[in-house]
């Protein structure tokens, strides 16, 4: 298996502009994690998905921030617009069941100008 | 709800040192344990886990015991060397949020 696949692995951007993160979670696997990482507040949950499903979205910053998982390969982190504090490198993460080890993809590393 | 503490870095080490980063847990119940490694510029990687009371997790030299009576999961290892640098989580799981991760700690080996 290739792993948890993210797109694209580095974005520049300049602030006001859309931003979209993109994940392939493992084959087979139930949950999906979107995590948020910066060097003051380390590494944030900021949704899951189980079975495609949003199970918690508190860790969403603000209302700018929107995901999606329209099928079980695939998903969707949405910053619009987006702000140089958003800058950060966001991980996304799959596990089998959702207490489970999680496997992380490589991270996207987001520069908001 | 569920917490996991770790020690603060960055921890600094001479090659071939032994190490320790402490970590503890609250949860209810008891979840499984895991320590995951995070080298630069790359996502985090499972390093080891355990799954209930007194079992031990080890990968590359690494260990952590689960004890229960007092809901730690130390990370050691005998001889660190300069690869071993990097940063160190330590999670509870087995809950219905996910995981829970500490802050991480930065591990320096020096040679």
Not at chain 2, 30 to 37: E, K, N
Request: proline share 5%; charged share 20%.
């Amino acid at each position: 298996d290739a792993g948890v696949i993210q797109s694209p692995r580095h974005e520049v951007t300049e602030m006001g502009q859309e931003v979209t993160l993109r994940c392939k979670p493992i084959s087979g696997h139930n949950s999906l994690f979107w995590y948020r990482q910066t060097m003051m507040r380390g590494l944030e949950l900021l949704i899951y998905f189980n079975n495609n499903v949003p199970i918690d979205d508190s860790g969403m910053p603000e209302d700018r921030f929107s995901a999606k998982m329209p099928n079980a390969s695939f998903s969707t982190l949405k910053i619009q617009p987006s702000e140089p504090r958003d800058s950060a490198v966001y991980f996304c993460a799959s596990s089998f069941v959702r207490g489970d080890e999680q496997f992380f993809g490589p991270g996207t590393r987001l520069t908001v100008l | 709800g569920n917490s996991v503490t770790q020690m603060e870095g960055p921890v600094t080490l001479s090659e071939e040192a032994f190490l320790t980063i402490n970590c503890t847990y609250t949860a209810t119940g008891y979840p499984s344990l895991f320590w995951y490694v995070q080298y630069p510029g790359e996502g985090l990687q499972l390093l080891l886990k355990a799954t209930k009371a007194d079992d031990k997790g080890s990968n590359k030299g690494f260990e952590a015991t689960y004890r229960k009576e007092t809901t730690s999961f130390h990370l050691e290892k005998g001889s660190v060397q300069v690869s071993d640098s990097a940063v160190y989580f330590c999670a509870s799981g087995g809950g219905a949020d996910g995981l829970t991760f500490g802050k991480g700690t930065h591990l320096i080996i020096q040679p």
